[in-house]
Nanobody, 117 residues
Framework: QVRLVESGGGLVQAGGSLRLSCVASGIVDSIDTMGWYRQATGNKYELVATITVGGSTNYADSVKGRFTIPRDSARNTWHLQMNSLKPEDTAVYYC???????????WGQGTQVTVSS
Protein backbone atom coordinates (compact mmCIF):
# COMPACT_ATOMS: atom_id res chain seq x y z
CA GLN A 1 0.00 0.00 0.00
CA VAL A 2 2.86 2.37 0.81
CA ARG A 3 6.38 2.05 -0.53
CA LEU A 4 9.27 3.99 0.97
CA VAL A 5 12.62 4.51 -0.72
CA GLU A 6 15.45 6.24 1.13
CA SER A 7 18.73 7.55 -0.18
CA GLY A 8 21.64 9.76 0.75
CA GLY A 9 23.76 7.62 3.03
CA GLY A 10 27.50 7.47 2.83
CA LEU A 11 30.81 7.96 4.59
CA VAL A 12 31.48 11.25 6.33
CA GLN A 13 34.04 12.54 8.80
CA ALA A 14 33.05 13.51 12.32
CA GLY A 15 31.66 17.02 12.37
CA GLY A 16 30.33 16.75 8.84
CA SER A 17 26.80 16.67 7.48
CA LEU A 18 24.57 14.39 5.44
CA ARG A 19 21.04 14.75 4.14
CA LEU A 20 18.92 11.62 3.80
CA SER A 21 15.78 11.59 1.69
CA CYS A 22 12.68 9.42 1.76
CA VAL A 23 10.11 9.27 -1.03
CA ALA A 24 6.75 7.63 -0.42
CA SER A 25 4.51 6.20 -3.09
CA GLY A 26 1.25 4.31 -3.11
CA ILE A 27 -1.63 5.23 -0.85
CA VAL A 28 0.20 8.12 0.77
CA ASP A 29 -3.01 9.66 2.08
CA SER A 30 -3.00 6.93 4.72
CA ILE A 31 0.18 8.29 6.34
CA ASP A 32 -0.20 10.33 9.51
CA THR A 33 3.35 10.14 10.88
CA MET A 34 6.69 10.16 9.08
CA GLY A 35 10.19 9.77 10.37
CA TRP A 36 13.43 7.89 10.71
CA TYR A 37 14.80 5.00 12.71
CA ARG A 38 18.33 3.71 12.90
CA GLN A 39 20.09 0.52 13.91
CA ALA A 40 23.74 0.37 14.80
CA THR A 41 25.42 -3.00 14.35
CA GLY A 42 24.34 -5.31 17.14
CA ASN A 43 21.97 -2.78 18.70
CA LYS A 44 18.24 -2.27 18.84
CA TYR A 45 16.26 -0.09 16.48
CA GLU A 46 16.19 3.47 17.76
CA LEU A 47 13.68 6.13 16.87
CA VAL A 48 15.58 9.16 15.60
CA ALA A 49 12.93 11.67 14.59
CA THR A 50 9.27 11.89 13.63
CA ILE A 51 6.95 14.48 12.18
CA THR A 52 3.18 14.30 11.93
CA VAL A 53 1.18 15.51 8.97
CA GLY A 54 0.25 18.46 11.18
CA GLY A 55 3.90 19.38 11.67
CA SER A 56 4.53 18.23 15.23
CA THR A 57 8.09 16.89 15.65
CA ASN A 58 9.90 14.62 18.08
CA TYR A 59 13.63 13.97 18.28
CA ALA A 60 15.70 11.51 20.22
CA ASP A 61 17.72 13.20 22.94
CA SER A 62 20.91 11.96 21.32
CA VAL A 63 20.26 13.93 18.12
CA LYS A 64 18.33 16.93 19.41
CA GLY A 65 19.90 20.15 18.22
CA ARG A 66 21.90 18.38 15.50
CA PHE A 67 19.27 16.66 13.32
CA THR A 68 16.11 18.03 11.76
CA ILE A 69 13.35 16.43 9.69
CA PRO A 70 12.33 18.85 6.94
CA ARG A 71 9.72 17.80 4.39
CA ASP A 72 8.93 18.88 0.86
CA SER A 73 5.22 18.06 1.06
CA ALA A 74 2.66 16.84 3.54
CA ARG A 75 3.14 13.12 2.91
CA ASN A 76 5.28 12.38 -0.14
CA THR A 77 8.86 13.38 0.65
CA TRP A 78 10.80 14.01 3.83
CA HIS A 79 14.43 14.25 4.84
CA LEU A 80 16.78 13.79 7.72
CA GLN A 81 19.27 16.65 7.85
CA MET A 82 22.19 15.47 9.97
CA ASN A 83 24.72 18.01 11.16
CA SER A 84 27.67 17.77 13.53
CA LEU A 85 27.83 14.03 12.98
CA LYS A 86 29.54 11.85 15.54
CA PRO A 87 30.98 8.34 15.20
CA GLU A 88 28.17 7.07 17.43
CA ASP A 89 25.70 8.13 14.72
CA THR A 90 27.02 5.31 12.55
CA ALA A 91 24.08 3.06 11.72
CA VAL A 92 21.71 1.91 9.03
CA TYR A 93 19.00 4.54 8.77
CA TYR A 94 15.44 3.57 7.79
CA CYS A 95 12.72 5.92 6.72
CA UNK A 96 9.39 5.23 8.35
CA UNK A 97 5.73 6.00 7.92
CA UNK A 98 2.74 5.09 10.03
CA UNK A 99 -0.99 4.87 9.69
CA UNK A 100 -1.85 5.00 13.36
CA UNK A 101 -5.56 4.65 12.83
CA UNK A 102 -5.06 1.25 11.17
CA UNK A 103 -1.93 0.34 13.19
CA UNK A 104 0.18 -0.10 10.06
CA UNK A 105 3.88 0.69 9.82
CA UNK A 106 5.94 1.02 6.65
CA TRP A 107 9.71 0.83 6.29
CA GLY A 108 12.30 1.57 3.68
CA GLN A 109 15.20 -0.75 2.91
CA GLY A 110 17.77 1.29 4.79
CA THR A 111 20.79 3.35 3.90
CA GLN A 112 24.17 3.10 5.61
CA VAL A 113 25.64 6.13 7.35
CA THR A 114 29.22 5.76 8.55
CA VAL A 115 30.92 8.53 10.52
CA SER A 116 34.68 8.25 10.87
CA SER A 117 36.82 9.80 13.59
Amino acid sequence: QVRLVESGGGLVQAGGSLRLSCVASGIVDSIDTMGWYRQATGNKYELVATITVGGSTNYADSVKGRFTIPRDSARNTWHLQMNSLKPEDTAVYYCYARNGRLDRDYWGQGTQVTVSS
